[in-house]
């Protein structure tokens, strides 16, 4: 299978999530299941937008101030006639009938006598205090109810990530819940019976350097849990059903998982066990391999009760090429994430593969990529000093190509 078909494959394998109702500080990171609605218009009054005075009648003045009105009092039960002022703060709304707010700082205040020290305007006239007729400038410094939005307005649609600023918006227009798509949950499953889990490698040991890496890639899921099996097919098919939890204690088990994803195994060596154990448990292949460099060996596929196995070669780049080309773009739907318009850059330097998608970690100058190199399917030391991976199609000749990183679509602003 070609990388984009299997990209697009895993982004269709699956539907979003049933919605839940979330409290707003719980929400963040979250997609929307529904657009977020204005419940009120913004403003709700004409409001001020300075502390000054509300003024009706033409500037200068003189006006006379016949109130005051803070953030917070109601609308004033008022309506101000030619010739009338108001105090005003801001964010307080202003009485029926204002022109607009003077700023405290241009104002002249002897009693209830008002005067604005505009500078004049008026052709060859400098001077502040002159008998020029101020232009009216009827709505200056005044907020017009609904002049934001209006209540029924959407505001953000459907599939938007909760970001902090989506947050604010959200109680700014009323809301104290917002329906999101669940988060999907994943249980890990490291295989090897070479694998050590702490000090250092040394010959036919190496570090496990999957697990470590992999909390962090989750975009928008849960980790429920990692657990290490043996290279044996009746260990990984107990995983794969039951997961028992051994690092941290058992909590929960993989049953309640949405995903399982596999590390290892995926070859055809002895103790390479993945595709005959899901053979073994009935489930569906939706990707068995892709035409990709490193990552060959990844693979898709759905459990008889609907769980979804990731299987991620076990050369640890590899691995990470998987996760980018399969693992996140099924968490995002699950998640109920709009896909996010591709980001591209130009990339020369690379040598691309006659038949296979490169996937090449680069770091980014401008409209630029450059490889940063060290790109071997065992090392994750490029991976580690890249911005990116650049997905370099089979014969590539130079020119832009798309981008994918761990934050694609992560958002939050
Ligand atoms: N005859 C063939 N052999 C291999 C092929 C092939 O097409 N024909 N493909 C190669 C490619 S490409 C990859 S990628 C690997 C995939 O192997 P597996 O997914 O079966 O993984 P293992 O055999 O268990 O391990 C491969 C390699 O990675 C190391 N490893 C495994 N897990 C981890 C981990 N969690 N952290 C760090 N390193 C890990 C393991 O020690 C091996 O060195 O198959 C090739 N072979
Ligand atoms: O594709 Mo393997 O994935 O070269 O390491």
């Not at 241009?106 to 004049?120: D, F, I, N």
């Not at 490291?190 to 050590?196: K, M």
């Not at 040394?202 to 992999?214: E, F, H, K, N, S």
Request: some cysteine; hydrophobic content about 40%; proline content about 10%.
């Amino acid at each position: 299978m070609t990388w984009p078909l299997a990209r697009r494959t895993a982004r269709e394998a699956v539907k979003p999530l049933e919605a839940v109702e979330l409290a707003l500080p719980d929400a963040v990171g979250f997609a929307l299941a529904s657009g977020v609605r204005a419940l009120a218009d913004q403003p709700t009054c004409d409001t001020s937008a300075m502390d000054g005075y509300a003024v009706a009648g033409p500037g200068p003045g003189p006006w006379t101030v016949a109130g005051r009105v803070a953030a917070g009092d109601p609308v004033p039960d008022t309506t101000l006639q030619s010739g009338e002022a108001f105090g005003v703060a801001t964010g307080a709304p202003v009485p029926a009938g204002s022109d607009l707010v003077i700023p405290v700082e241009r104002c002249t205040v002897e009693g209830s006598r008002l005067v604005e020290q505009a500078q004049c305007q008026h052709s060859g006239c400098r001077h502040s205090g002159c008998q020029h007729p101020v232009p009216a400038q009827v709505g200056k410094n005044i907020r017009r109810r609904g002049e934001d939005w209006s209540a029924g307005d959407e505001l953000v649609p459907a599939g938007s990530a909760v970001s902090p600023a989506v947050l604010g918006l959200a109680a700014g227009a009323g809301h104290d819940t917002l329906l999101v798509h669940r988060r999907p949950r994943v249980a890990v499953i490291v295989t090897g019976d070479e694998l050590l889990h702490a000090g250092p490698p040394r010959p036919g040991r190496v570090r496990d350097a999957i697990g470590p890496m992999l909390p962090g890639l989750l975009m928008g899921a849960d980790l429920i849990g990692t657990n290490h099996v043996r290279d044996d097919p009746s260990a990984l098919g107990d995983a794969l059903t039951t997961h028992r939890r051994v690092s941290p204690p058992a909590l929960t088990s993989a049953t309640q998982a949405d995903v399982l994803v596999t590390c290892g195994a995926t070859s055809v060596g002895p103790a390479d066990h993945l595709r005959r154990v899901l053979h073994d448990l009935d489930a569906e292949i939706l990707v068995s391999g892709v035409a990709c460099r490193p990552g060959h060996p990844m693979l898709l596929a759905t459990l008889p009760d609907g769980r979804c196995v990731v299987g991620l070669p076990g050369n640890p780049f590899a691995a990470f090429a998987a996760v980018l080309t399969l693992l996140q773009p099924l968490l995002s739907t699950l998640g109920g994430h709009a896909p996010h318009p591709p980001i591209t850059a130009r990339l020369t330097q690379v040598e691309a593969h006659p038949r296979d998608t490169r996937l090449v970690p680069v770091t980014r100058r401008g409209d630029n990529a450059m490889p940063v190199g060290h790109d071997r399917p065992g090392s994750l030391w490029g991976a580690a000093l890249a911005d990116a991976l650049a997905v370099v199609p089979p014969g590539h000749q130079g020119g832009e190509v798309e981008l994918i990183s761990a934050q694609a679509g992560q958002v939050p602003v």
